[in-house]
Structure formats: structure tokens, C-alpha cells
């Protein structure tokens, strides 16, 4: 069964300074999704980025970048220049559009963000 | 382009009541997903529709959770009755793929249920 771990329950880092989130998950498949989503405290979850497992080319969103490692199956969110306004959960998610047909998430990671 | 829209976005019940959740997906998205997030933990797939169909409703306990998508646009879940365990945000969420692949998701606000 797919699964999604994300082993940082909490993460700190000061303004302006670059932090990782790390993710790893476990599947068979050789072609999938994976997603990085936030959720600030008023609870609407929003997509930060994407990436393709058949893509080798790690995606990049603006201050955020992904470390993907398909063989060690981890994907890691680097958030780079930090901004109060990143201050919230980071979940890691798994998309195979086989027979589970599942979105799967970790349990997160609560990112404060000192000024 | 409008968003995921949910109501009520807070609830207060007494355990063995019952309660409905709304939910408007973006337009002209064909999936919606109506998911529960318990404190502490990251969101799980209860209901998945396509168009007016379920496709997936394996993690919803139907003793007491239904959920419909009469005319393949806004959605309605039911809890009846509400037992403690079920107080969680109820996260509704669409996005425009088929089934086999349904892409990328967009949530909408949630509904934090609160059962007592």
C-alpha cells in the first residue's frame, strides 16, 4: 500500500532564510504524482507544487523547489528567501491514478516563521 | 475564477444529531472529493464523485455518513448520527480530470465540525 511520511511534526526558520521539509513515500509504481500543498491557519489548502515521477527535472515554483529522489523515493520542499506569509502545515501528497485512484497525505509539517 | 465554495464553516452539535455539509465545486470540474481532516493529521478521502457518480467511497462509514451529487455539480454530506469522533473539518475539493486521472486538486475552506 501507498504511503506518505513526513518525519518533521515541526519546523522553524528565520525570515529571509532558506528551510527544507523533507517527505519520503512508499510505492510500486513507476509512474505517479507527487504534491506539495500548504495550509495557512484559516484551513484552505493550497497546491505550492507538482511534480511528475517521470519527469528527472526537479519542479520549481517561484521560492520553492522540490528535491526529488525517485530511487530513494523522497521529495523533499525547499522554500527559499522565507516570508512570514509561509508560516503554515506543508503536506506531502501521492497521486497514482490506478485502482486507488487516491490523493494520499502525510501527516505534515508545521512551519513557523521567525521574524 | 470562483473558488471551492463550503458551508457552514463552523458547526456545533450534540452527539446522536445530525448534520449536512455543502459544497460547490469550481465550475466545469467534473470530480469533487469530500475528505476529513482530524486534528493532527493530514486529510482523508471519504467520498469521491464523478460527475453525478461515485467512484470511490470506500473509506466512508455508511452506517451514518451519505453523501450525493444529484445533478453533477454542488454536493451535499450528511452525518446522522453525529457521534464524538466525527468532530474534524470536512474538506471538499474538485478537479477537472476523469477518474483514472483526476489531476490536480482544489480545496475549498472546510467545515470545522464540532460534536459534544
Known amino acids: 500500500a501507498q504511503t506518505v511520511t513526513q518525519s518533521q511534526p515541526e519546523m522553524s526558520v528565520q525570515e529571509a532564510e532558506t528551510v527544507t521539509l523533507s517527505c519520503t513515500y512508499d510505492?510500486?509504481?513507476?509512474?505517479?504524482?507527487l504534491f506539495w500543498y500548504k495550509q495557512p491557519p484559516s484551513r484552505q489548502m493550497i497546491l505550492v507544487i507538482r511534480?511528475?515521477?517521470?519527469?528527472?527535472q526537479n519542479a520549481t515554483e517561484n521560492r520553492f523547489s522540490v528535491n526529488f529522489q525517485k530511487a530513494a523515493k523522497s521529495f523533499s520542499l525547499k522554500i527559499s528567501d522565507s516570508q512570514l506569509g509561509d508560516a503554515a502545515m506543508y503536506f506531502c501528497?501521492?497521486?497514482?491514478?490506478?485502482?486507488?485512484?487516491?490523493?494520499?497525505f502525510g501527516t505534515g509539517t508545521l512551519l513557523a516563521v521567525q521574524p | 475564477e470562483a473558488g471551492v465554495a463550503q458551508s457552514p464553516r463552523y458547526k456545533i452539535i450534540e452527539k446522536r444529531q445530525s448534520v449536512a455539509f455543502w459544497c460547490n465545486p469550481i465550475?466545469?470540474?467534473?470530480?469533487l472529493y469530500w475528505y476529513q481532516q482530524i486534528l493532527g493529521q493530514g486529510p482523508k478521502l471519504l467520498i469521491q464523485?464523478?460527475?453525478?457518480?461515485?467512484?470511490?467511497d470506500s473509506q466512508l462509514p455508511k452506517d451514518r455518513f451519505s453523501a450525493e451529487r444529484l445533478k453533477g455539480v454542488d454536493s451535499t454530506l450528511k452525518i446522522q448520527p453525529a457521534k464524538l469522533e466525527d468532530s474534524a473539518v470536512y474538506l471538499c475539493?474538485?478537479?477537472?480530470?476523469?477518474?483514472?486521472?483526476?489531476?490536480?486538486?482544489?480545496f475549498g475552506p472546510g467545515t470545522r465540525l464540532t460534536v459534544l
Open positions: 475539493a474538485s478537479s477537472s480530470g476523469l477518474a483514472g486521472w483526476s489531476g490536480t486538486q482544489y
Open positions: 510505492t510500486s509504481e513507476s509512474d505517479y504524482y
Open positions: 511534480q511528475e515521477a517521470y519527469k528527472q
Open positions: 501528497a501521492y497521486y497514482y491514478g490506478g485502482a486507488t485512484n487516491k490523493l494520499i
Open positions: 465550475s466545469g470540474h467534473a470530480t
Open positions: 464523485f464523478q460527475n453525478n457518480g461515485v467512484v470511490d
